[in-house]
């Protein structure tokens, strides 16, 4: 069964990066042919969906994040990365991450308890 | 303001039959994009519930069903139960602006 599990410091500074880490357990992040995503939640409001990365590289990112958004992955250690920098108070959220059903468009099929990160000063 | 439009709040008795309705527009559920829908209980992760319209994910009860018609979709849930309350999103895909991954604000399901 595949699990997903996001870690990296819970509070940023203002106008500091955002980095989390999704470790995958159950299957090979690079051996199938599958998006591997993060999409965040704003305490009580609704779901936005961050960007997501095939497993050959190729990188989606949300329109209003373009250029602050990075999404990488360490295949070696079966993780996938997440950057956003210069932070301010509405990017405080639940971070997911997650994995395609099958291709970007078949919906997400597996999600990761989440991370709730708080920027503040 | 979400690209896809859901009613903040349903509520039906148990039992009972309710929909949840997903306005789109031409560029996404009206292209003819899937449509999937998600379940979010009280402090858990959302959890696929329909996939491509209308189709269910092994484990999910028949209770839940899918439609699209145009550019709306819909969710609906027969039998109400009280385990069934919870936050309901749909999503689907988005052609503008090169294309992104779009979710539906999110519809709060009460069982009364």
């Known amino acids: 069964q595949l699990q997903l599990q996001e870690s990296g410091p819970r509070l940023v500074k203002p106008s500091e990066t955002l980095s989390l880490t999704c470790t995958v357990s159950g299957g090979s992040i690079s051996s199938s042919s599958y998006y591997w995503a993060w999409i965040r939640q704003p305490p009580g409001k609704g779901l936005e969906w961050v960007g997501s990365?095939?497993?050959?590289?190729?990188?989606y990112y949300s329109p209003p994040l373009r250029g602050r958004v990075t999404i990488s992955m360490d295949t070696s250690k079966n993780q996938f990365s997440l950057k956003l920098t210069s932070v301010t108070a509405a990017d405080t959220a639940t971070y997911h991450c997650a994995r395609s059903r099958v291709s970007l468009l078949s919906g997400i099929g597996y999600w990761g308890q989440g991370a709730l990160v708080t920027v503040s000063s | 303001q979400s690209v896809l439009t859901q009613p903040p709040s349903v509520s039906g008795a148990p039992g009972q039959r309710v929909t949840i309705s997903c306005s789109g527009s031409s560029s996404n559920i009206g292209a003819g994009f899937d449509v999937h829908w998600y379940q979010q209980l009280p402090g858990a992760a959302p959890k696929l519930l329909i996939y491509s319209d209308n189709s269910r994910p092994s484990g999910v009860s028949d209770r839940f069903s899918g439609s699209k018609s145009g550019t709306s979709a819909s969710l609906a849930l027969t039998g109400l139960q009280a385990e069934d309350e919870a936050d309901y999103y749909c999503?689907?895909?988005?052609?503008?602006?090169?294309?992104?991954?779009?979710f539906g604000g999110g519809t709060k399901l009460t069982v009364l």
């Open positions: 999503q689907s895909y988005d052609n503008t602006l090169s294309g992104h991954l779009v």
């Open positions: 990365m095939y497993s050959s590289g190729s990188t």
